[in-house]
């Protein structure tokens, strides 16, 4: 059993509390109403509180398979938890002020927060693909079919990291060329795409280490973590479609 850090402790607290904050504003949604869709509504909060809160929890734990330096790991989540916590804070904020919290270029201070959530996301970026990349350089640890699951979840991060890099990209496009309802509508394709890639990292090498709490043979569950990975590759391929056919 792998002893846990503080910095890990330290993310797992961090991202829990982002996914109560997720889910108190489901509760602030259910009394104050409003839409659920659109660039204003009390969707963002909750899910970029849950998703953000999850996806935290779930790189602290899953890059402690990763043979990487201990300090450069500890230093690398720390910047992650952080950002995570701003983007989240971004997105809250303005939710609370009833302006859209991406592409916002309408006053000086929205836009000030619209670029820090884009330079956020950039940062994410690079952190994630350089833990993307340590998984691909030395084989991950961990019970039988944990590489596989590993790898292929940073793979998929990887997608979900292009797509969420387009739809930026484009509303900003749109932002500038002064199409700025356009602009907040314009991220609706991808967003099937980026969601559903972003989990692989997590539901993957869970099941990797669920299946390693069972009498099965190695080799049975390291099938069972390439056919779940196989399945999940399909289902990004097939959001990816209908990304192209929608976009």
Not at 14 to 37: E, M, N, Q, R
Not at 82 to 98: K, P
Not at 116 to 139: D, E, M, N, P
Not at 143 to 168: E, H, N, Q, T
Request: with cysteine; charged share 10%.
């Amino acid at each position: 059993m792998k002893i846990p850090r503080a910095v890990d402790r330290l993310c797992h607290a961090t991202g829990l509390l982002l996914v109560l904050s997720g889910l108190a504003h489901l509760v602030v949604f259910a009394v104050d109403g409003g839409p659920w869709d659109g660039p204003v509504s009390w969707r963002k909060p909750v899910t970029f509180g849950l998703s953000f809160g999850v996806t935290l929890i779930a790189i602290a734990w899953v890059t402690s398979y990763l043979r990487v330096d201990a300090r450069l790991r500890s230093v690398l989540l720390l910047v992650f938890a952080a950002d995570c916590v701003v983007e989240v804070g971004g997105i809250t904020l303005q939710a609370w002020r009833r302006v859209p919290s991406h592409l916002n270029m309408e006053t000086p201070f929205d836009t000030a927060v619209s670029m820090t959530l884009a330079v956020g996301g950039g940062v994410l970026v690079v952190l994630l693909t350089v833990f993307a990349v340590q998984a691909f350089r030395h084989r991950p640890t961990g019970p039988a079919g944990m590489a596989l699951a590993v790898r292929s979840g940073f793979a998929l991060l990887m997608v979900a990291l292009a797509s969420g890099a387009a739809m930026i990209a484009r509303g900003v496009v749109l932002t500038r060329t002064g199409h700025q309802e356009a602009a907040y509508h314009s991220t609706a394709p991808l967003k099937p795409l980026h969601g559903v890639s972003l989990h692989a990292v997590l539901v993957l090498p869970l099941l990797a280490w669920l299946l390693s709490r069972t009498p099965w043979s190695a080799r049975a569950r390291r099938r069972i973590v390439a056919a779940a990975a196989g399945c999940y590759t399909a289902a990004v391929a097939a959001a990816g479609l209908w990304a192209m056919l929608t976009y």
